[in-house]
T-cell receptor, first 112, second 113 residues
Framework: ETGVTQTPRHLVMGMTNKKSLKCEQHLGHNAMYWYKQSAKKPLELMFVYSLEERVENNSVPSRFSPECPNSSHLFLHLHTLQPEDSALYLC???????????FGQGTRLTVV | KNQVEQSPQSLIILEGKNCTLQCNYTVSPFSNLRWYKQDTGRGPVSLTIMTFSENTKSNGRYTATLDADTKQSSLHITASQLSDSASYICVVSRNTGFQKLVFGTGTRLLVSP
């Protein structure tokens, strides 16, 4: 148990659906991240939040919308996704942006 | 270009045997290098972290080495167990204002009984 909890663990959604992924950390960290992991590819950084403010967006399509209401919670809102968006979505947190990241278990997303 | 390359892509070994995984990187400016273990369908878990001045670091049966001159790292697993079956990911952190982690694609290890 890393102290970072993601829900749901698995999600199947249609291309016209709207869903949200949730991440919660109990470590008192100030930075939180969303990563995408596709088969046979390195992890791709999507968003970085530090003290609830977004500090980096690696040119992610607008169909992915992050929200960070406080330093313990991070959401990823999904709408009109494509089949190629199917992947493992990982949330991570760290004490600050420059320190070691702890990962959640991930949400396995399948877009049909 | 900042890249991390790992070899082999996959590896099968018998339980009890040793193995070594390789990581070569071209990331700069270098901050630190981490090895993560990722079980199938789960998030990565950190095994070791090494800074520029560290040559070797151990965590139980896992020993990581770093040669900052040649930009190479290795992860040695001793007396492998079935539970070692996982992907092992090498991650290099750039020494910039914000943490920028460059991930390798991982080595998938299968320990066979």
């Amino acid at each position: 148990e890393t102290g970072v909890t993601q829900t749901p663990r698995h999600l199947v959604m249609g291309m016209t659906n709207k869903k949200s992924l949730k991440c919660e950390q109990h470590l008192g960290h100030n930075a939180m991240y969303w990563y995408k992991q596709s088969a046979k590819k390195p992890l791709e950084l999507m968003f970085v939040y530090s003290l609830e403010e977004r500090v980096e967006n690696n040119s992610v399509p607008s169909r992915f919308s992050p929200e960070c209401p406080n330093s313990s919670h991070l959401f990823l809102h999904l709408h009109t996704l494509q089949p190629e968006d199917s992947a493992l979505y990982l949330c991570a947190s760290s004490r600050s942006v420059n320190t070691e990241a702890f990962f959640g278990q991930g949400t396995r997303l399948t877009v049909v | 270009k900042n890249q991390v390359e790992q070899s082999p892509q996959s590896l099968i070994i018998l339980e009890g045997k040793n193995c070594t995984l390789q990581c070569n990187y071209t990331v700069s400016p270098f901050s630190n290098l981490r090895w993560y273990k990722q079980d199938t369908g789960r998030g990565p878990v950190s095994l070791t972290i090494m800074t520029f001045s560290e040559n070797t670091k151990s965590n139980g049966r896992y020993t990581a080495t770093l040669d900052a001159d040649t930009k190479q790292s290795s992860l040695h697993i001793t007396a492998s167990q079935l539970s070692d079956s996982a992907s092992y990911i090498c991650v290099v952190s750039r020494n910039t204002g914000f943490q920028k982690l460059v991930f390798g694609t991982g080595t998938r290890l299968l320990v066979s009984p």
